[in-house]
């Protein structure tokens, strides 16, 4: 599978002298096959709003799976990136949005802060 550099046709080459560790890791990213990216490498990179077209529908396909996967900081911490990106982004995958509704519909048990971004997201993205 191809890279989001690959994807999106624009390579950044090495990041800034002296870039902290957010956006190296970033940069590093953006170089590896999509196909290789853990929930915490796509949990870093949708965060951050990079590479979303390509992103979404992976992390989707993850969450379908495992729907509380998590990346380094919690479970479901991959759910909470995805449910809070800005509903622009989702206009572009549609039916990833579909998909990540009937997850989030499904889900019960949700810690309140998780669930409040799930009822959000379902609120704006409507069938």
Do not use: C, K
Request: proline content about 9%; glycine content about 12%.
């Amino acid at each position: 599978m191809s890279s989001l550099e690959e994807l999106e046709g624009d390579r950044w080459g090495d990041p800034p002298a002296g870039a902290g560790r957010l956006v190296a890791a970033a940069y590093a990213l953006r170089r590896r096959p999509v196909g290789s990216l853990d929930p915490e490498d796509l949990r870093l990179l949708i965060g951050q709003d990079i590479g979303l077209p390509h992103l979404l529908p992976v992390a989707v396909g993850l969450l379908r799976a495992d729907p509380l996967a998590e990346g380094d900081l919690y479970p479901g911490d991959l759910l909470s990136a995805v449910l809070t990106r800005n509903p622009a982004a989702w206009r572009a995958v549609p039916e990833a949005a579909r998909e990540l509704r009937a997850v989030v519909t499904g889900l019960g048990g949700l810690p309140p802060g998780l669930r409040a971004e799930a009822d959000a997201f379902l609120s704006r993205h409507t069938v």
